[in-house]
């Protein structure tokens, strides 16, 4: 898994971890929790789920 993230860094420059908090659009928060191929798995707070390119309208969140 943690070679997907690595791959997802590389390939698209954005700071993708597992644990870090983005925003989706705007509005919607949720933590990486995963990453496959060219997408981001995402747990948003209502618990769903969901596979998201890492640089369509994904806001990567301060880690402080």
């Known amino acids: 898994m943690s070679g997907h993230m690595q791959h997802i ?18 509005a919607s928060e949720g933590v990486i929790v995963a990453a496959r191929n060219d997408y981001l798995h995402v747990r948003f ?9 890492p640089t369509w309208e994904v806001e990567y969140l301060s880690l402080i």
């Open 45 to 53: 707070a209502d618990g769903v789920i969901a596979k998201l390119h």
């Open 9 to 26: 860094r590389d390939r698209y420059g954005v700071p993708a971890y597992r644990g870090r908090s983005i925003r989706f659009r705007g």
